[in-house]
């Protein structure tokens, strides 16, 4: 299994970037993903995951209506488009896969997943 995130970099702020992560080694259309970030110094923060066929996707509060998630299974890529970007969304990216298709009560806990990318670093300034 491997998970390779893309598209990071730095942009003003206001500005907007889209991540991807291209998944291989697993049949992408069975599992659920999700997109975690950590800021220096900061604990791990989930931003936003999707069950295996996109029909639902979860964010957390403070990017609902900024950041979008998608995927598209054909591509076996995972996409995270971020709009409207702060100084405070700075932070290294990850995309994760789920060992589950859709998600029960939490989408948020470590458990559930078991495999990660390494990362693409955002960072917002001017």
């Known amino acids: 299994v491997q998970l390779v995130e893309s598209g990071g970099g730095l942009v003003q702020p206001g500005g907007s970037l889209t991540l991807s992560c291209a998944a291989s080694?697993?049949?992408?259309?069975?599992?659920?993903m999700s997109w975690v970030r950590q800021a220096p110094g900061k604990d791990l923060e989930w931003v936003s995951a999707?069950?295996?066929?996109?029909?639902?996707?979860y964010y957390t509060e403070s990017m609902k209506g900024r950041f979008t998630i998608s995927r598209d299974n054909a591509e076996n890529t995972l996409y995270l488009q971020m709009n409207s970007l702060k100084s405070e969304n700075t932070a290294v990216y990850y995309c994760?896969?789920?060992?589950?298709?859709?998600?029960?009560?939490?989408?948020?806990?470590?458990?559930?997943?078991?495999?990660w990318g390494q990362g693409t670093q955002v960072t917002v300034s001017s």
């Open positions: 999707i069950t295996f066929n996109g029909a639902n996707t």
């Open positions: 080694g697993f049949p992408c259309d069975d599992y659920a």
């Open positions: 994760a896969k789920a060992q589950i298709p859709v998600y029960g009560s939490s989408w948020r806990s470590p458990t559930l997943y078991d495999y």
